[in-house]
């Protein structure tokens, strides 16, 4: 079986790579020069670019995890927002069609406006934000265009990734560095290891899933108190980590939701996925601890 994966430089895309490639044929795909065998270079926003390649591999499943996901650069560069996560979906959505693959697209929490938190996936989405509306839309070109699909929402994606920074990795490397930290207390997601949500993608792929699913890590937390337990963890100084409220927060460009934790519980009941709770991730994450060194930074 052949799978081609989007985004294959990226935290989840290094992941999905390493995971299926114990079972599948994989084809790594990315905007920038991509560092793996087999690996091709492919612009999504370019629909003539998506068909050839896709033509002249013939995946049977394809996962589009590339993404513009830094929330403000999408606030303030709508047409690279628009471009990359609305037409570029909408290019891998038909080219898929065209030659009949299976598409698992990676959507977010962020098309949901925060204001009940553990959203199933029924709840309706209302973005408040760029970045959610254009991944919101890629959902509906999926919807639209494609017959065999899963739409698989996540949160707060975090791990070890040896070029980007993520919020928990940003939390270790200051709190190494002894720098004071302000998180805060009163926004909830639902946190998930870049490692648990390849398997569930793996798993996914096994027994034909489709539809939409959530599949996020299984714990509602605020970023104050992630924050806290990524400290405890890797045995670092908590009195660094000082909570605060949204409402002070000036490096924020985009309105974030206040709660958009996701319930998992549609997908560890269909399909006998157990998403990690936060104790365990951080323990599995701290057994793949690599000393790594990461400069390129983005607002979480």
């Known amino acids: 079986m052949k799978v081609l994966v ?43 670019e998506v068909l050839e390649i896709f033509s002249e591999v013939r995946p049977d499943a394809v996962i589009h995890a590339a993404a513009e996901t830094n929330v403000d650069k999408c606030e303030t560069d709508r047409g690279l927002a628009w471009r990359v996560n609305a037409e570029g979906t909408r290019n891998i959505s038909q080219a898929c069609a065209k030659i009949e693959a299976k598409l698992i697209y990676m959507s977010t929490d962020y098309i949901f406006d925060g204001e009940k938190g553990l959203y199933t996936e029924y709840a309706q989405a209302n973005p408040l934000n760029y970045y959610g509306l254009t991944k919101l839309k890629g959902e509906e070109f999926v919807r639209e265009l494609c017959h065999d699909y899963v739409i698989a929402r996540t949160s707060v994606l975090y791990g070890w990734h040896p070029r980007k920074l993520n919020f928990a990795t940003w939390v270790i490397d200051s709190l190494k560095d002894g720098k004071r930290i302000s998180v805060v207390n009163d926004h909830y997601n639902s946190p998930t290891l870049s490692d648990n949500l390849a398997e569930m993608i793996q798993r996914a792929l096994k027994v034909h899933l489709s539809g939409v699913y959530h599949m996020a890590g299984g714990e509602r937390i605020s970023r104050y108190n992630f924050a806290l337990k990524i400290a405890e963890m890797f045995d670092l100084d908590k009195a660094l980590i000082s909570p605060m409220k949204v409402a002070d927060l000036e490096a924020w460009i985009a309105k974030r939701p206040r709660d958009s934790s996701l319930c998992v519980d549609k997908i560890r009941k269909e399909v006998g996925i157990e998403p990690l709770n936060l104790d365990e991730a951080l323990r599995r994450m701290k057994k793949g601890e690599h000393g790594m060194v990461v400069r390129e930074t983005e607002s979480f």
């Open 6 to 48: 989007t985004g294959a430089n990226g935290l989840l895309g290094s992941k999905l790579v390493e995971a299926l490639s114990t079972s599948y044929e994989v084809f790594p795909t990315d905007n920038a020069q991509a560092v793996y065998s087999k690996s091709m270079r492919m612009d999504i926003a370019d629909a003539n």
